[in-house]
């Protein structure tokens, strides 16, 4: 079974730029997440999906961040402008329901110079 | 609200000796808790889980968790460390079915010959 794929793996942006991660969950999984991993620190939700509609975004920084799940599959995480403090390791994971196991994808690190 | 403190952001231990990795978690209701594992550029990884029912937890690779309520505490062990345990880790909860999962700082756990 496939896992949680994630892309790019690596990317480096100057501050002010614009940068979007994408995720393809495993088959099935309706439940999607997007995580924020600062440096010596843990993951942190920055947004949860349920098929297609938004559970949570509760901590996601709306006035740059912004995510979408169209079709209730891939899902893709923007930022827009980057700033400093948004680099950090953003890990996608994806569960059959909220209740479920999560599985992570390798995540995507980003540097902002 | 949920919180979680992992005690000891570096734990070193020869190999062959006992691993213990604290994890204490505060909760308005009766939680989850979980512990990851994370290895150098990759995802996190489920070890094992506490939902309900008996208080210790088998997990993969020989780890285990004891649920202790009246300690507020989730602590990981193994009763004999191996190389390839050298890695992060995470411990993690949730309220109970859904909500979203709070994490702590994590525990780098390296492991001497």
């Known amino acids: 079974e496939a896992g949680v794929a994630q892309s790019p793996r690596y990317k480096i942006i100057e501050k002010r730029q614009s940068v979007a991660f994408w995720c393809n969950p495993i088959?099935?999984?309706?439940?999607l997440y997007w995580y924020q991993q600062i440096l010596g620190q843990g993951p942190k939700l920055l947004i949860q999906?349920?098929?297609?509609?938004?559970?949570?975004d509760s901590q996601l920084p709306k006035d740059r961040f912004s995510a979408e799940r169209l079709k209730g599959v891939d899902s893709t995480l923007k930022i827009q402008p980057a700033k400093l403090e948004d680099s950090a390791v953003y890990l996608c994971?994806?569960?059959?329901?909220?209740?479920?196991?999560?599985?992570f994808g390798p995540g995507t690190r980003l540097t902002v110079l | 609200a949920q919180s979680v403190t992992q005690l000891g952001s570096h734990v070193s231990v020869s190999e062959g000796a006992l691993v213990l990795l604290r994890c204490n978690y505060s909760?308005?209701?009766?939680?989850?808790l979980f512990w990851y594992v994370q290895y150098p550029n990759q995802g996190l990884q489920l070890l094992l889980k506490?939902?309900?029912?008996?208080?210790l937890v088998k997990g993969i690779n020989g780890f285990e968790a004891e649920f202790k309520k009246s300690e507020t505490s989730f602590h990981l062990t193994k009763p004999s460390a191996h190389m390839s345990d050298a890695a992060e880790y995470f411990c993690?909860?949730?309220?109970?079915?859904?909500?979203?999962?709070?994490f702590g700082d994590g525990t780098t756990l390296t492991v001497k010959p």
């Open positions: 994971a994806s569960s059959l329901g909220g209740s479920d196991t999560q599985y």
């Open positions: 088959s099935g999984h309706a439940t």
């Open positions: 999906f349920q098929n297609n509609g938004v559970v949570d």
């Open positions: 909760s308005s209701v009766p939680p989850y």
């Open positions: 506490y939902t309900t029912g008996a208080t």
């Open positions: 993690a909860v949730r309220r109970a079915q859904a909500g979203k999962s709070t």
